[in-house]
């Protein structure tokens, strides 16, 4: 589905990304795991198309087309959706109207009808179960005045609504307490079909007790310096980022 | 950005276009004589030219303001036109007498003068430069009592209410373009509404410069008698051209008790090209006077046109219990200029008062919020709030807030709240990761931005500025 290979990407001269190769199979969870400034996120940021970000080598294949290629919106009705580590608030624009205006553009780049505001409103409802949110959480203003752990759960309900082809979640884990991190997991899981796939972005294991990954990658300095089964994520847990870290590690292939 | 934004800047100005009319047009320049000339012109009575005569006499000892926060080369009032007609404007029989050419100028506005065409039941006065060149639904009002015509032909039918409102609330001697205004005003709208009567329809006011070095100084006059309601549009445009041309209007308002106005306005004049080149000077008083008690007057405006923006419809608080509300939308893109907001005198007890402003600035564009509360000493009870919100788009642009408040009375309670944000990549990025692109994204983010005041807008209009609004700043973020 997504095979990133030789990606180098940074901003202005400040090579963040330096090779990445990845390969993301129909059905498969993916980690990607590393400490502060190894370049998670802006892996993420640039499979989004963030403009931020300048690509100056490799290639990103998305279901046989050129992904970095397309504009960002046109990856995002491709399927491909960032739940964001930090979601933006639109004030005056409320989630529900938001969320209808996602949802019908990708039904329309896809040649479908538009969705009624009621139809719509049923299918929204359905999913507010999936991350126990209130519906009353329709009506305010995207993320505006949002805890965090309602941004994170709105996130969800984004992608629960759009149901991605392949989800990018970065950091969704950061300030969630337990309980949010179960109803956001719970959320995830319940999405998991064998059509789909997700790369979850994390620093800490706590996340992956959760959603469970088929193979582990750990970033360092914009590289995958080793990767393996969700039993790398224990590891790192019991043994930290330093040893991966080391100079004559961190240069060897992945 | 991508090619679609790149078009999008540089869309032309769709009302851009200019119709070929035989007109009558006075040589440049301002004299008495130009005065009695316009006023002849328009067969007027003599209170009406004295009035006229008075107020150029005045305007002669008055200088220019220059405290607005914008700046523009000196305007020679001795080279601009102060009166162009299309020709063959006797008074019609019916609409259907129209100049064809005329007719197919505001077609291609959108606005039909097609008595037949009632579509969503808002009746029309059109204003072409100087002139009225006619009022459709006339008829109709007029069974209800409601007189809505040119001011032309209120003065020539109905002159003692023109005598006895006129200059009532902007008094010609009140600023410089207003002298301006009352000493060679050639038209503009006219509207009665009798006890009790609840106006049936919107009523609209259509206002197109055409003809080049002209300036328009249109007078627009509404007056709802005890228990009545009335609900008015105003909308705007102009030909493109490299020279500026100075529109200097005067609108009055008076509701008297129980009363209640509602006043909306889409101002979509040419506002120059993207290096400031042409584009309208918009100088204009907007005034009304909630006369009687628990009277009601509400301005509604969204301002994206004009080179230069000059004009705070305010409100007189004089009735007790009485309600004055502004709510407005400034946007500016490229080289505009926009010095904008209101003014709250409460005289009354107990009167309150509204302001919701939301400034939007891009591109090189220069954006000031002016407003005044002030609560003179009987105005016991008074209670203003104020909210000033402020757009930036990009990182050349400007906003300004001036507020003024005065307290003359210790029950008032008075309160103001500003803030300012910045559309950010991150914003349209966050969009653009949903699906939408970056032109969905911008006008989703503005209209929530404005949502206070769109929602004070009659339904179609409320569509038509939430379209304006997304033309007017395509390609500003990027």
């Given amino acids: 589905m997504l095979t990133v290979s030789d ?8 090579e963040i990304l330096r090779g990445i190769s990845l390969t993301v199979n129909e059905g498969e969870i993916h980690a990607i795991m590393g400490p502060n400034g190894s370049g998670k996120s802006t892996l993420a940021q640039v499979l989004a198309g963030h403009p931020a970000y300048e690509v100056t080598a490799g290639t ?38 938001f969320l209808r205006a996602a949802y019908n553009e990708i039904r329309k780049a896809r040649g479908l009808d538009e969705t009624d505001p009621l139809d719509f409103l049923q299918i929204v409802e359905d999913r507010l179960k999936l991350v126990d949110m209130d519906p009353a959480m329709l009506n305010r203003a ?61 620093h800490y294991q706590r996340l992956l007790q959760y959603i469970v990954p088929d193979y582990v990658h750990v970033l360092a300095a914009g590289r995958i310096v080793r990767s393996g089964g969700k039993e790398l994520a224990l590891e790192l847990e019991a043994k930290g980022y330093d040893w991966l870290t080391e100079p004559d590690v961190a240069g060897a292939p992945a | 950005m991508s090619s679609t934004i790149e078009t999008l800047v540089n869309r032309e100005y769709q009302y851009g276009f200019v119709t070929d009319i035989e007109a009558d047009t006075l040589p440049v320049g301002l004299t008495e004589a130009t005065v009695r000339l316009i006023s002849q012109k328009k067969g007027e009575p003599d209170f009406l030219l004295d009035w006229r005569l008075k107020a150029f006499r005045r305007w002669q000892a008055m200088r220019e303001p220059h405290w607005a926060n914008v700046t523009y080369a000196p305007i020679d009032y001795q080279a601009i036109s102060y009166y162009s007609a299309p020709k063959n404007t006797k008074p019609l029989g019916s609409l259907d007498e129209v100049d064809p050419e ?24 059109a204003i072409f430069d100087s002139v009225s060149v006619g009022t459709t639904m006339k008829h109709e009002l007029a069974k209800l009592g409601i007189i809505f015509c040119s001011f032309g032909e209120a003065v020539r039918e109905h002159p003692d209410l023109v005598r006895e409102y006129l200059g009532s609330v902007v008094p010609y001697s009140d600023n410089f373009f207003a002298a301006l205004n009352a000493a060679v005003f050639s038209d503009g709208s006219f509207c009665y509404v009798p006890p009790g009567v609840h106006c049936p329809m919107e009523l609209s006011t259509y206002f197109r410069i055409n003809s080049a070095g002209t300036g328009q100084f249109e007078r ?73 008690a628990r009277s009601k007057i509400s301005w509604t405006q969204v301002e994206t046109g004009s080179a230069i923006t000059w004009k705070y419809p305010s409100v007189i608080l004089q009735g007790d219990d009485s309600t004055g509300e502004f709510y407005s939308v400034a946007v500016v893109n490229n080289r505009q200029q926009a010095d904008t907001g209101t003014k709250m005198i409460h005289l009354g007890r107990n009167t309150k008062s509204t302001i919701i402003s939301k400034g939007i600035s891009a591109g090189h564009g220069n954006n000031s919020y002016r407003g005044q509360v002030k609560v003179m000493p009987r105005a016991a009870g008074a209670r203003n709030y104020t909210q000033c919100d402020s757009m930036l788009i990009g990182n050349q642009c400007g906003a300004h807030t001036f507020p003024y408040i005065e ?57 038509e500025a939430q379209q304006l609004l997304g033309i007017t700043l395509e390609g500003s973020v990027g």
């Fill in chain 1, 7 to 14: 990606l180098r990407a940074g901003i202005a001269d400040n």
């Fill in chain 1, 60 to 97: 990103a294949t998305y279901d046989g087309e050129d992904l970095l290629a397309m504009a960002p919106e046109e990856r995002a009705q491709k399927g491909l959706f960032l739940a964001f580590q930090y979601p933006v608030e639109i004030p005056g624009v409320t989630n529900a109207y």
């Fill in chain 1, 142 to 202: 995207v993320n505006a005045g949002f805890s965090g752990g309602e941004k994170k759960r709105n996130e969800i309900l984004q992608m629960a609504v759009l149901s991605p082809r392949l989800a990018i979640l970065d950091e969704t884990d950061s300030g969630l307490d337990i309980d949010a991190l179960r109803v956001v997991a719970h959320g995830v899981n319940s999405l998991r079909r064998p059509d789909n796939a997700t790369i979850v972005v994390t």
């Fill in chain 2, 102 to 125: 005329l007719r197919r100028t505001y077609e291609r506005l959108g606005i039909s003068l097609n008595e037949q065409k009632r579509i969503s039941g808002v009746a029309v006065d």
């Fill in chain 2, 220 to 292: 627009t006059l509404i007056i709802a008698d005890k228990g009545a309601t009335v609900s008015y549009l105003e909308g705007c445009t102009a030909p493109r051209r490299d020279t500026n041309q100075l529109h200097a209007a005067v609108v009055e308002l008076i509701a008297l008790d129980d009363a209640s106005i509602k006043y909306s306005t889409v101002q979509n004049w040419y506002a120059g090209d993207t290096e400031g080149r042409g584009g309208i000077f918009n100088f204009v008083t907007k005034r009304g006077k909630a006369a009687g």
């Fill in chain 2, 407 to 463: 307290v003359g009375n210790h029950t008032a309670t008075v309160e103001h709240e500003a803030s300012t944000s910045k559309i950010g990549e991150d914003q349209i990025f966050y969009c653009k990761q949903r699906g939408l692109n970056a032109e969905h994204a911008i006008s989703l983010i503005v209209s929530g931005f404005c949502k206070e005041v769109f929602q004070n807008l009659p339904m179609e209009f409320a569509l």
